[in-house]
Structure formats: structure tokens, C-alpha cells
């Protein structure tokens, strides 16, 4: 195989894995299940009903169940893929059907909120495995998924305390064979690291698309046509699932708001240094940030193709 | 010819192109020039002998002249690919030596204060056309260029009331030659455009890697192993040529200032709903910007492909 996620398991690591929420990442890992035989059976519930005819029409599970509580039934694995702000209805829905021993796990960008959602509704005899595999596009949706979402991506696995050491040690297995690197933290750490380096990032980008937006001075045609300059690199995340991203602001809203904070102080300062004219101040900055994306790169978590090496529509014809 | 840029033209629209400046932009246009055959003879100068040497070694010109001054001479047209900062100078040192009749034109990022720097120190025999082709990547310096890279961009002309008709519709010529759509504006509209399409965004990416590298709570190790949430795609724009935007920060101080201000201002509403819990709030703005990124797309300004159409490293294998 080419694709980079290695041969097939011999042995699955998991009889039925039930994916609630079947998104862009509920559908990767749909995909990676079946590709590397994680599970002998996956098993698929979604709210919506299109969506639910999509997973079948596109062949992502062997069973597509018409109810959340139908869908758990058998389970050893569930995988919550649900807005963060979903996920404590879906466990209160789902707790009484959990077979003893069963394993609950999510893929939520936030983890303190939902350790709390979830932990809490979850009867005591199934284990919790918050997760996040730091890993997406720009598209929502069981169609935009694929396989290799994961690989080489990061999963942070926040464990409370009380853990039990076998589940763990099966979701890091779980997500190591879905080609991702696993790492453990706190989950209180987990939700300033994020907030820093995906929330806040997301924050700014929809804010600027909504300022250019709504200038007077400058036309919406002139925004989307000099867009070249740099504005349309904002406008990817930008174009995220609103639903997911409010959800994941209301849950993680001390960590945002600090972050964010830290964020305003030093733009205020460049301004300063702008009206200032303090142009040491400012290349001095401008060279300090050259370094971080190299380091990014040579970890293998970003490409070197200059502007991301993007194609224009008109250069693959 | 599969790149786009179409037939060689017939008669070259230039007998010496002398571009001053070989960097990233004047590395292209030197390439674009050569595809093309818009000049007969391309001369290039640069202030830094090390690039003087790589651009003779590339062979991006028929000559490589060892001063401004001899490289002007017998020009019809002098292209000055400087940052915007050393433009002034630039022009200084060239004006004696410029035979009446040449076309001056550049490729600066901020226009009002060029014209202000460049225009008062030509010889009035001499045109200047003011121009900027809004295209670029992170990568400078004249090995980073290409031929194709104003294909499908726009090249805005802020010409002045009292300009020559002849020279402008030249320079038109010569852009659209290379592939670029042109526009043309006033000046000081020009640089209210690009401070909301370029300039601020690039300050933003600026900052939030700044402050990402300065926390105390977050180690720099972790934001760069986390990026993929979003903040990798920051870092892109943030590796760009320091001196390059010192200088446009410098020469666009009310542009900037005031948009910046507008960026501030939309944020802070941001950040009070997230403290509100308005949800909806959050929920319409980031639906709102999902339409502006579509519309860029349909409009050949950016690819449809998730993620850019990145690839990582390990997928190139």
C-alpha cells in the first residue's frame, strides 16, 4: 500500500465500533477502520437522516442503525463524533443501552466540558477515553473523509485519573493503527494548548473575513479579487462548520478568552510600533516567526511547496 | 504550452526590460519575460552581489550589470522590484542616467507613498507608472520565482491624472502578456484595498506566531506539534521577507492603522459574545464567511481542494 498507513491488522482490535456523528471525522474514521481492519463490524448512527443515507449509499459501515441506542447495542467501542455541544445529550441517550466494560471515547476539539458532559451521564461500569485527534479540513460532511485524515497527525488522549489502564492502552492502540502519534495530557492543558494553536487562530480568521466583509470603503468584489495578497489563506478556516466551531467557543471559553487576550496585547503593540515607526521592532518580529514555520515543517506536521503548494482551478486542467 | 501563459509573442513589446531588484517578483518577471519574449534584452541589477551571482548563474538575464546606474542605460523600460522602503533612493540614483522617453514602473506592495518617494525624483521626460501585481509566495529571493506567477492574478495600476496615455496602455500590455488581469485605481484606494486583503492579514499571522512563541503556559514545542488545529496555516504568511513588509508597514500607516482598528473592534464583539454565550451570534458570523471563500473559488483566486491541497512531506514518497 501507498498510502502510508501500513498493512492490514491480522487480528482487529475491536469486535463492533460504533461512530455517533458521522462527519468529516466520523467518516475518516470510518474509512481508516475498514482500511486497516480495526473492528469487525462498524456500525454508524447520525441525527440527520440524510446523512444517514449518505453513509449508506457510500458504503462506510455494515450497519446503519435508526437510533443512537440501537447503534450502541454490541458495542465494544463508541466513538462519540458529535459538536462538542452534542455530546452530553448523546451519552445521557446512549448510557442505559452500554454493555459493562464497554469503551466510550470522542474526538472533541475541547476536553474539560466534555469530560464533564459526558463522564457524568455514563453509567460506572463502562470506561471514558477523552480524545482529540488534532487533524481536519475545511469540509464537513461523511463525503469529505478519508482515510489518511490521521496519519501522522497528533491524538491527545486527556485521561482522568481513575482511568483504567487496559482501555487506555486500546484507544492508544486504536489511534496509533490509524497512523496518528498519541500523546497524554491534562485536560485542562489540552484546552489552553488548543486554544492557542487551533481556537484562537480560528477565532481571528472568521473575524477578518467578517470585517472585510463589512467595510464601507473597500467593495466585497475588490476583498475577493486581491484576495491573492493573503486574505484568502484566512478564509479556509474560515469556511469550518460553524456548528462545531460555536460549540467548541461556549465550551472552552475561559482558555479562548485568555488566549485571545495575550493575542489583542501584542497586536496592540505592533500597532504601536507601526505608528511609531519602529521598524527594528518590527523585523525583528517578522524574522523570529520564519523560524517556527521551518520547525513545523521539518516535524512533518506542515508542507514546504510554497503557498502550500495550492494549484489554481485553471492549472489542472 | 501547458502552463498557461500561451504563445510566445510575435514582436516584443520592449527592446531592453531592465529590472531592478531580483527577487522573488523581479526573478518571475524575468522568467515570464523570457517565456514570453515581451523584451528583447533583459538587464537585471541587485544591491547584493551574492544575488548578482545567482541570477548570472540561473541565467535569468542577458546581462547583470554592476551598478543601477549601468544597468538603466539604453533601457525603454525599468521595472524597480525593491522593497518599498529603498525605492526612493533607488530612483535618486537612477534619474540622471535615464534617456527620455522610458517607461518607470515598480512592484510595490503600498502605493501613495511610492509615487510620494519615486515620482519627485525622476526627470520629467521620463514615465512612471505605478503598479502592483498582487501575487507572491513565503519563499524570496531570485531561485524562488516562476514564470506563472501572475497567471490569473490582478496587476493594479494607480497611474496619476497627468500620466501618458501610450505609457500606461504599454505597461497594460506588458502585464497581460504575462498572464496578469489589470485594474486600475487611485492610489490611495489602492492602499485601503490592500490593507484589508494583505497588509493587516499579514500583521495578524505576525502576531498570533509571536504570541504563540512568547507563552509561558504553552511551550513552543507543543504549539508547533499541535499546529495542524489551524495555527500552521498562520505561519505560512508569517515566513514571509522581513525587510519586505517592515517597509510596507512603514509606508501604509494609515491604511493599516485604520483597518486594524476596524479588526480590533469586530474581535472584541467576538470575544463578548463567547463571554455572553451568544451562541447564534458566533453560529451567523461563521456562516456568513463560508460564502466570501466560495466566491473566491468560483472566481480562480484560490483552489477548492481541502487543505489547499497540501501534502505532506511523507505523501510525496
Not at 482515510?147 to 497528533?154: G, I, V
Not at 469550518?240 to 497586536?267: C, Q
Amino acid at each position: 500500500m501507498t498510502d502510508g498507513l501500513g498493512p492490514r491488522l491480522e487480528t482487529p482490535l475491536f469486535e463492533q465500533v460504533t461512530l455517533i456523528g458521522i462527519g468529516l471525522i466520523g467518516s475518516s474514521l470510518a474509512r481508516v477502520t475498514q482500511r486497516k481492519g480495526l473492528a469487525t463490524r462498524i456500525v454508524a448512527y447520525d441525527s440527520d437522516p440524510d446523512v444517514r443515507a449518505q453513509v449508506e449509499r457510500l458504503g462506510l459501515a455494515d450497519v446503519v442503525a435508526p437510533s443512537a441506542e440501537k447503534a450502541v447495542q454490541n458495542a465494544d467501542l463508541v466513538l462519540l463524533c458529535a459538536p462538542v455541544g452534542a455530546m452530553g445529550a448523546i451519552a445521557k441517550t446512549i448510557a442505559p443501552h452500554l454493555a459493562p466494560g464497554t469503551i466510550v471515547s470522542d474526538v472533541g476539539s475541547v476536553k474539560a466540558a466534555v469530560i464533564q458532559s459526558v463522564a457524568s451521564r455514563l453509567p460506572e461500569n463502562v470506561h471514558f477515553v477523552p480524545a482529540h485527534p488534532v487533524a481536519g479540513t475545511e469540509y464537513s460532511g461523511p463525503a469529505a473523509g478519508f482515510a489518511t485524515l490521521f496519519l501522522n497527525r497528533w491524538c491527545i488522549l486527556t485521561p482522568t485519573p481513575e482511568i483504567d489502564a487496559q482501555a487506555l492502552a486500546r484507544i492508544t492502540a486504536f489511534w496509533t493503527a490509524a497512523g496518528a502519534n498519541v500523546e497524554m495530557m491534562k485536560a485542562t492543558h489540552h484546552d489552553l494548548v488548543l486554544a492557542i494553536t487551533s481556537h484562537v487562530p480560528h477565532l481571528i480568521a472568521y473575524n477578518i473575513v467578517g470585517t472585510a466583509a463589512d467595510l464601507e470603503t473597500v467593495t466585497q468584489s475588490e476583498v475577493i479579487k486581491f484576495s491573492a495578497g493573503g486574505f484568502r489563506d484566512f478564509t479556509r478556516i474560515a469556511s469550518s462548520d460553524p456548528t462545531m466551531w460555536r460549540d467548541i467557543f461556549l465550551n472552552n471559553k475561559p482558555a479562548v478568552i485568555e488566549m485571545l487576550g495575550r493575542f489583542t496585547e501584542d497586536l496592540i503593540a505592533l500597532q504601536r510600533m507601526i505608528r511609531h515607526d519602529d521598524g527594528e521592532g518590527l523585523f525583528n518580529l517578522f524574522t523570529r516567526t520564519r523560524a517556527i514555520r521551518r520547525t513545523i515543517i521539518e516535524q512533518g506536521q506542515e508542507t514546504a511547496a510554497p503557498d502550500f503548494g495550492r494549484r489554481q482551478p485553471e492549472d489542472t486542467e
